[in-house]
Protein backbone atom coordinates (compact mmCIF):
# COMPACT_ATOMS: atom_id res chain seq x y z
CA UNK A 1 0.00 0.00 0.00
CA UNK A 2 2.74 2.60 0.67
CA UNK A 3 4.02 2.32 -3.07
CA UNK A 4 0.67 3.17 -4.13
CA UNK A 5 0.26 6.68 -6.14
CA UNK A 6 -1.20 9.06 -3.54
CA UNK A 7 -2.87 12.07 -4.44
CA UNK A 8 -0.77 15.64 -3.36
CA UNK A 9 -3.06 18.49 -4.00
CA UNK A 10 -1.09 21.82 -4.78
CA UNK A 11 -1.91 25.26 -5.46
CA UNK A 12 0.09 25.74 -8.23
CA UNK A 13 1.37 29.21 -9.98
CA UNK A 14 2.13 29.34 -13.82
CA UNK A 15 4.92 32.47 -14.26
CA UNK A 16 2.69 35.43 -15.66
CA UNK A 17 -0.43 34.21 -14.52
CA UNK A 18 -2.35 35.85 -11.67
CA UNK A 19 -4.23 33.62 -10.25
CA UNK A 20 -3.05 29.76 -8.63
CA UNK A 21 -5.00 26.33 -9.67
CA UNK A 22 -5.42 23.83 -7.29
CA UNK A 23 -3.94 20.59 -9.19
CA UNK A 24 -3.71 17.14 -8.17
CA UNK A 25 0.07 15.61 -8.35
CA UNK A 26 0.29 11.87 -7.56
CA UNK A 27 3.21 11.01 -5.15
CA UNK A 28 4.92 8.98 -7.42
CA UNK A 29 4.78 11.57 -10.68
CA UNK A 30 8.68 13.13 -11.25
CA UNK A 31 8.33 16.60 -11.26
CA UNK A 32 8.72 16.95 -15.16
CA UNK A 33 5.23 15.07 -15.24
CA UNK A 34 4.03 17.33 -12.28
CA UNK A 35 4.90 20.78 -14.80
CA UNK A 36 2.89 19.48 -17.41
CA UNK A 37 -0.42 18.81 -15.67
CA UNK A 38 -0.05 22.22 -14.19
CA UNK A 39 0.91 23.41 -17.78
CA UNK A 40 -2.32 21.56 -19.08
CA UNK A 41 -4.02 23.68 -17.09
CA UNK A 42 -3.09 26.88 -18.43
CA UNK A 43 -0.73 26.61 -21.85
CA UNK A 44 -3.03 26.88 -24.80
CA UNK A 45 -5.75 28.67 -22.67
CA UNK A 46 -4.48 31.04 -20.67
CA UNK A 47 -0.82 31.80 -22.27
CA UNK A 48 -0.10 30.62 -26.40
CA UNK A 49 1.48 26.74 -26.82
CA UNK A 50 5.18 26.55 -27.46
CA UNK A 51 6.26 23.31 -29.27
CA UNK A 52 8.34 21.21 -27.58
CA UNK A 53 8.03 22.90 -24.72
CA UNK A 54 9.70 21.77 -21.22
CA UNK A 55 8.71 23.53 -17.75
CA UNK A 56 10.89 24.13 -14.59
CA UNK A 57 9.27 24.01 -11.30
CA UNK A 58 10.33 25.47 -7.95
CA UNK A 59 9.30 25.84 -4.32
CA UNK A 60 10.98 28.42 -2.35
CA UNK A 61 12.35 29.54 -5.05
CA UNK A 62 14.31 26.55 -5.70
CA UNK A 63 14.39 24.25 -8.58
CA UNK A 64 13.52 20.91 -8.49
CA UNK A 65 15.11 18.48 -10.68
CA UNK A 66 12.83 17.06 -13.04
CA UNK A 67 13.92 13.31 -12.35
CA UNK A 68 12.79 13.86 -9.21
CA UNK A 69 9.51 12.32 -7.66
CA UNK A 70 6.89 14.68 -5.88
CA UNK A 71 7.21 12.03 -2.96
CA UNK A 72 11.20 12.54 -2.58
CA UNK A 73 10.51 16.14 -3.20
CA UNK A 74 9.70 19.46 -0.67
CA UNK A 75 6.05 19.05 -2.08
CA UNK A 76 3.60 19.37 0.26
CA UNK A 77 0.13 18.98 0.35
CA UNK A 78 -1.82 22.26 -0.21
CA UNK A 79 1.88 23.83 -0.73
CA UNK A 80 2.79 26.51 -3.10
CA UNK A 81 4.49 25.27 -6.55
CA UNK A 82 5.53 27.32 -9.67
CA UNK A 83 6.01 26.03 -12.86
CA UNK A 84 7.39 28.07 -15.72
CA UNK A 85 8.90 27.45 -19.61
CA UNK A 86 12.05 26.07 -19.24
CA UNK A 87 13.20 28.64 -21.92
Do not use: W
Not at 34 to 62: H, L, Q, S, W
Amino acid sequence: MADEPQPIPVEAYFVGDHITHLVVVLSTDTIDEACVKVADMMVGRRFPARENATYVMTVDGKVLPGNLTVADSPITPLGNVTVNFAS
